[in-house]
Structures are given as structure tokens and as C-alpha cells.
């Protein structure tokens, strides 16, 4: 028999342009409705700033909130946790710039290789296509029952306590609810092992209340979100080394000088390393050149975990199945993983993180090909088109050749990034990529058609449930502000282009535009929730977020 929670709420469903409400009251009843995932979702998002406050903060010199970490530890005692308590995850820490998530997924593929009998919990931001996709035990998602069951209990537990500041909002905003929850999640299904990634920064992220991790790591560093962490590298650099802990090994991987010379300073007292970029003979389960250096990273992570946490664990081991065990490491210096074992190996080869230089055959159009990479900064613009416009992906194999599909390009930026900037990046890149591969294309040409979309999800202007945004104006939307300044920019920097420049209104709309154009490579870049957007609309999920999609390219 299902079991009805408790609620304070009033859920807003939406069916066939009914509104539909569910009421639920401050106590017991076996007559309630179920609560669904739309519920859940619908909930979550009421959590959500929305675009006027944050506009708001914005103008007036938006700064991380001083009081994050203290009101964390309120909302995590206020659903029955200490911070002491999350100990007992066993985190491995991971922030910085560029390529934290495929670093969190590499580290999660490997670890559940080396320990396939071990249960472990990753969690990370954003999501593509699903909510669910941030929370994952052994590799998979919540599925839609477990999300709502814990989202729920969660919520119940808020709801029925109080703040102990005064100065605390009552609920949590919609990335620490979701970070509150993964923290719940994992400690109720008694995970081995966490791998955490942060939100944005590290020193005052929602995620770093855990007081001792076993190990943390940052990736790269570059210039993102500078309204909050500053604008030069080095306050940044400080921000992300905001996770290094006393006693808790400090790894990061190759820097430029100002930024490796902060993140020493942060973990002067603890055992600070900078590890190699793994070799091009090791078979990566993610494409792009980039991952070398992430994937080197997870691999020290790793070896670092296990060797803190498991007695049983030596490099060249074969498989151990038993559980986490409380190992006696007396704090010596850990020496870093010189040789591969083979369960390492198959984790890095079986690692899959969606959406990141990611390659998607068309389900519906034979002659279609997806060059999908969520990639939002200038830096990871540069790796995107470095890994595009390469042989075999975006250009032909010999070069030699002029015969190669018609190239589409789906963009869009958010969040206050520049547009101009960005494409400044994008242009600058395919020009090196030309010369590099001996190409005598010409940057201006080297797309047939641009098409700058929303992130709304369909024509229709309407979000899918999982894909809302609050923080989009609705005004700059319907005008589509900053698309038309993302244009501008465009046929400024490129003032010869000879093929179609489109401004669309939703991603609905950009499908259906580049599905006009036969034979066709198709590469969609400059926003998470753009990917997220297409995937859906494309009908590409299938192939997209399951692991075994390798069989489509």
C-alpha cells in the first residue's frame, strides 16, 4: 500500500491546460494522493530565484553569500544530519573550471571498476535532460519513485522544523535543496564511497560542509562566474582551493603560475600534488584531448582513496569485492600511481559523462550526425572546437579532401557571458584547428548555417518540467534580447559569411531548422541546458545518456 507523506505545499499540476491542484495538509491521511515525480519536480522548482532578483543582485555587485556555509549546516541539522555524520560518506571532493564533471564521472567509473562491490553515490550539476541525472547510486540515476520518496522526505522534515538563525531563509534555494538531498540520499542507502562535485567556487559552495573528505581535487581553473569568484585567476584559484581540508590530501593538476601558486597556499598544510595528464595510448571512454588531463586526475583520486580507506588495496590487486573498510593510514605521504591496473584501465574506458564531446547519429535522418558539447566558458570552447574541428569528427579524414557534410552550428550563452567573447573563441580556434590539420577552408565559411536559440525547450514556449528555468527573463525571451546580440556580434566578427544566420525562439524551433539541411553535421555548443534542450527535442536521449550509446557513432 503506498504510503502518503506529509505536506505543507500546494503542488500545481498541469494537464491539457487544466490546472489541477493538490493540497496537502500538516498531517496523516491515507486519502491524500500520492505524491508524483511532476510533484516533486513542480516543488523544486518553486524553489528557484527567479530572473527579476537576480537580475537585481547583479546590479548591485553580486558577492557569495558570507553566511553560506553556517546556513547549510542549519537546512542539513534541520533534516536530522551533522556535518560530522557526512564524514561517514566518504567524499572525494572535486571543483574547479573546466572539467569537474567528467573528472567526478571518470572518478565514479573507476572506483565502482576497482570495487564492483561497493555502492557509490555521485552527485553532480547540472542536469541534461532529467533532475535525477544530479543524484546517482552505482552509475544510475534515482529513478522517478526513489527521487520522489527522498525529495519528500526532505521537504517534510523542512517543513516541519525550524531555522535556528533568524537571518536564514526558511527553504533552501533549488541547488542547495538538491545538494541537501544528495547528503540525505546517500546517508539513508549507506553508500561506500561519494564522489561530490561543486556547484560553483568551492570555498563557500553548498557541498563543502563535509568537515574531513578523504581526498579533494580541482581541475582546471579559468575565468567563470567572475562576478562572484573575481576577476583574476589567483582570487578564483582561492576560491576553489576553499575545499582543501587539514590532514586531507590536495590534489590539481597543471596550472599557469598565478593559479598553481594560490591553490599551494591553500593547502600549505596539507600533502599538495600536481598529477600528470594521462598518455594518449590509455583508452578513454570520453573524447577530446582535454580528458587526459581529467582523467589523470581521477585516477590519483582514486589511488588515493583506496589507499586511505582500504587496507586491501594495492595497485596491482585483482578485484576486491568487500566493503569499505576503516583502514589504519597513519597520514605518511601517498606516492601517485605510476602503473595502471587493468581495473583502472576499464574504468577509464568505460567512463561516460553525456553531452561533453559527445557524437549522436540522427534516430529519425540517416544522413544527420550530433556534435553535442555543453561547453560555457572560453576555455572549454576552445577544447569543443579543438576536438570538432579535427579529422574524423568535424573535418574529413584526408585532407586532401573537400567532401564532408554541411556543418550547422546551434549556439547560445546565459548567465551574463559574453557573447562576442565566446564566438571571438569559436572563430579563433576553427582558424588554428585549419592551419594545424593543413585545411585550406576558411574560418568565415566553415559553417553552412548558424542558428542562435533560447534555451525554452518547445515552439510552444513552454519548458519541459525537468528543463524550467526561472532565471530567464520572460521579457528577454519573447524578444529575444540576447540572441539578437549574440547575431550582432556574429556578423560583425564575420561580416563576409555567405551561409544563413537564423534567431530562433525555442530549441524546438533549432531542431526543426538544421533537420532542413541534408547531410549534415550538427554541432550544438555554449550551454548545458542548450544540450539538455536538444537532447530532449531531438529525440536523442536513448542514444545519448545510456552508456552503451558508443554503438551509435
Known amino acids: 500500500m503506498p504510503v502518503s507523506y506529509r ?18 495538509h500538516g498531517r496523516r491521511m491515507s486519502t ?9 519536480i513542480d516543488a523544486l522548482n518553486s524553489l528557484q530565484t527567479n530572473a527579476a532578483v537576480l537580475e537585481a543582485v547583479r546590479a548591485a555587485g553580486s558577492k557569495l553569500n558570507p553566511n553560506a556555509i553556517p546556513e547549510m549546516i542549519d537546512y542539513l541539522r534541520r533534516v536530522g544530519l551533522e556535518p560530522s555524520q557526512l564524514n561517514n560518506l566518504n567524499v572525494i571532493h572535486v571543483t574547479g573550471t573546466k572539467g569537474k564533471g567528467s573528472t567526478s564521472a571518470f572518478t565514479d567509473s573507476i572506483l565502482r571498476a576497482a570495487r564492483p562491490g561497493w555502492k557509490t553515490g555521485l552527485y553532480t550539476s547540472p542536469h541534461l535532460v532529467a533532475v535525477r541525472e544530479r543524484i546517482r547510486i552505482n552509475g544510475e540515476p534515482l529513478s522517478e519513485e526513489e527521487f520522489t520518496r527522498y525529495f519528500f522526505e526532505v521537504w517534510n522534515l523542512l517543513q516541519n522544523t525550524k531555522c ?3 537571518t536564514t531563509p526558511f527553504m533552501p534555494n533549488y541547488f542547495r535543496y538538491l545538494t541537501l538531498m544528495a547528503f540525505y540520499t546517500f546517508n539513508q542507502l549507506k ?14 559552495d553548498s557541498t563543502n560542509i563535509v568537515p574531513k573528505p578523504v581526498v579533494t581535487g580541482v581541475t582546471a581553473l579559468g575565468y567563470d562566474h567572475t562576478r562572484l569568484l573575481g576577476e583574476k585567476l589567483s582570487q578564483i584559484a582561492n576560491q576553489k582551493g576553499g575545499i582543501y581540508k587539514e590532514g586531507v590530501p590536495a590534489l590539481t593538476v597543471e596550472q599557469p603560475e598565478e593559479g598553481i601558486f594560490e591553490l599551494g597556499v591553500c593547502a600549505v598544510e596539507q600533502r599538495f600534488t600536481i598529477v600528470d595528464t594521462l598518455p594518449s595510448t590509455i583508452q578513454l571512454g570520453l573524447a577530446g584531448a582535454h580528458q587526459r588531463s581529467n582523467a589523470g ?5 582514486v589511488h588515493m582513496f583506496l589507499s586511505i580507506k582500504d587496507q ?13 573498510a576503516s583502514a589504519a593510514w597513519d597520514g605518511s605521504e601517498i606516492e601517485p600511481l605510476r602503473c595502471l591496473p587493468t581495473s583502472f584501465l576499464d574504468g577509464l574506458k568505460n567512463a561516460h559523462w553525456p553531452g561533453r564531446c559527445q557524437t549522436i547519429l540522427d534516430p529519425k535522418l540517416e544522413a544527420m550526425t550530433w556534435f553535442l558539447d555543453g561547453a560555457h566558458t572560453q576555455e572549454s570552447l576552445a577544447c569543443c572546437l579543438e576536438w570538432f574541428v579535427s579529422p574524423a569528427v568535424g573535418l574529413p579524414v584526408s585532407p586532401v579532401s573537400d567532401a564532408h557534410p554541411l556543418r550547422v552550428l546551434i549556439f547560445n550563452c546565459t548567465s551574463g557571458r559574453s557573447g562576442v567573447d565566446f ?20 574560418k568565415e565559411e566553415f559553417f553552412a548555417k548558424v542558428i542562435f536559440c533560447s534555451n525554452v525547450t518547445y515552439a510552444s514556449g513552454n519548458f519541459k518540467g525537468d528543463l524550467t528555468s526561472a532565471a530567464m527573463s520572460t521579457t528577454d525571451n519573447f524578444n529575444l534580447k540576447t540572441q539578437r546580440e549574440i547575431e550582432a556580434a556574429w556578423n560583425k566578427l564575420v561580416p563576409s559569411y555567405s551561409g544563413t544566420v537564423h534567431v530562433l525562439p525555442s530549441i524546438e524551433d533549432a531542431v526543426e531548422e538544421a533537420r532542413k539541411t541534408l547531410n549534415v553535421s550538427v554541432l550544438v555548443t555554449g550551454s548545458l541546458h542548450l544540450v ?8 536523442l536521449a536513448d542514444r545519448a545518456l545510456s552508456p552503451k550509446s558508443c554503438q551509435y557513432l
Request: zero cysteines.
Open 191 to 204: 553508500v561506500d564511497a561519494t564522489i561530490l562535485e561543486v556547484g560553483i567556487g568551492g570555498r563557500s
Open 312 to 324: 586491501s588495496y594495492s595497485p596491482m590487486s585483482v578485484f576486491n569485492t568487500s566493503a569499505a
Open 297 to 301: 586526475l581521477a585516477v590519483q583520486l
Open 7 to 24: 505536506f505543507n505545499f500546494l503542488s500545481i499540476v498541469i494537464h491539457t491546460k487544466k490546472l489541477k491542484l493538490f493540497r496537502f
Open 423 to 442: 564566438l571571438t573563441a569559436i572563430l579563433q580556434k576553427i582558424e588554428e584547428q585549419l592551419t594545424m590539420h593543413g585545411r585550406l577552408e576558411k
Open 164 to 166: 535556528e538563525a533568524a
Open 32 to 40: 491524500a494522493p500520492t505524491p508524483t515525480y511532476r510533484d516533486a
Open 532 to 539: 539538455g534542450g536538444v537532447i530532449e527535442v531531438a529525440g
